[in-house]
């Protein structure tokens, strides 16, 4: 099965540490949509456990424990990040209050300050131009449901899109779908009016 | 050669006490136990700054990162929950995402902090039903039985935090089949969650 041996490599990459800002933000949002998810990814920090013990041991310097516990807020991450909690709030529950911008017939976009990561809301009952991708797209479905080829979406779920993968988004009537897409390459519309809109996006 | 991540049968001479490392984190987050930190930090401190070299950080960076992983440990005691993970697992979790957070942060040069999306918050601990002391005894004996191939596939991935398209890039072995290997061994770990799920 393609889709789990894209999420399983996705899980490992996350657990690895190898996943850019994009995909890793993605992975911590389903994780918390998740509770399967959050097994797995325990298993797999279970085995990162096992080989952070099984590391040879590198030279290191005494830290000094006088005064440890006065250090100032070094590890208090004062600057903002992106925090998936919060991206479920906003997104799912009050996505009107979010700055959208229009892309294509249907389809909304808010351009998240992570290169190569955005939000997307198809509006319900539409389907999103046929595209394809130049290279890989992960979409995770934060609010609402979508179908393509491959299969139904539905909260917490994710969908990979690979170079030369072609699908057209189906949105249920009712609901607005809201996602958040990681990608590594650009989409590639088809059709007239999908040209316009790739040439909107790009 | 069959090569393994972990050692077959008896654990290795240095092989952590797990139960006793769970006590000492309960120690400093009780009572601010110096001895227990040392002791924890004599054990850890090193195989972090190992990790963060295998990463690729510099020999100053690696010390400086695998400090601030130990001083979270330090800061941070109470929040780990032995019934969730070994202490092993914990301070894994804890040193890779130091690297992750370092990635975040360097990409947000000038973005609107009051943007409803932007609130910076702990981690939410996994709820599974597995308990930590289960878990980490049947990864443990899964690793001991993977193929070659899919031990090394795993070290590329948590040794030198490699993509699994780092790693067929790398090793020239072609995607489907890497994707292949991480499916077969991901399918052995993840007896550990039990026939339930």
Known sequence: MAASEAYDALMLDYAAGALGP?????????????PDGRAAAAVLDAAGGAFLESLPPADVMALPLAGVETLPGLLD?????????????????????????????GLRELRLPLQGSSLLRLAGGRALAAHGHSGEEVTLVLRGAFSDQAGHYEVGDIGFADEGYDHSPLVPPGDDCVCLVAMTGRLKFHGAVARIAARLLS | MRQTAVPHGAPAADAPDRE???????????????????????????????????????????????????????????????????????????????????????????FD????????????????????????????????????????????????????????????????????????????LRTALGPDI
């Not at chain 2, 490392?21 to 401190?45: K, P």
């Not at chain 2, 100053?60 to 001083?71: D, G, S, T, W, Y």
């Open chain 1, 22 to 34: 994009a995909h890793a933000l993605l992975v911590e949002t389903h994780l918390r949509l998740k």
């Open chain 2, 113 to 188: 902090q009051e943007d409803p999306i932007l609130h910076p918050e702990a981690a939410e601990a996994p709820d599974d039903a597995v308990s930590a002391g289960q878990r980490e005894r049947q990864v443990r004996a899964a690793l001991t039985t993977l193929p070659a191939e899919q031990v090394d596939l795993l070290k590329q991935a948590f040794y030198d935090g490699l993509s699994h398209r780092d790693i067929a890039e790398k090793t020239g072995i072609p995607l489907g089949t890497v994707k292949s290997r991480i499916r077969l061994a991901f399918a052995r």
């Open chain 1, 77 to 105: 991450a004062p600057e903002p990040v992106i925090d998936a909690r919060a991206l479920i709030e906003a997104a799912s529950r009050r996505p009107d209050d979010l700055s959208w911008r229009w892309r294509a017939p």
């Open chain 2, 20 to 110: 006793r490392f769970a006590d000492l984190m309960a120690a400093i987050a009780t009572r601010q136990d110096r001895e227990a930190f040392a002791e924890l930090f004599a054990y850890y401190a090193p195989r972090v700054k190992a990790y963060m070299l295998r990463l690729g950080a510099g020999a100053a960076l690696a010390e400086e990162l695998a400090q601030e992983v130990m001083i979270t440990v330090w800061r941070k005691a109470a929040l780990f929950d032995r019934k969730q993970a070994s202490v092993s697992t914990w301070i894994f979790r804890v040193a890779r995402n130091r690297r992750i957070d370092a990635a975040r942060r360097a990409k947000h040069a000038n």
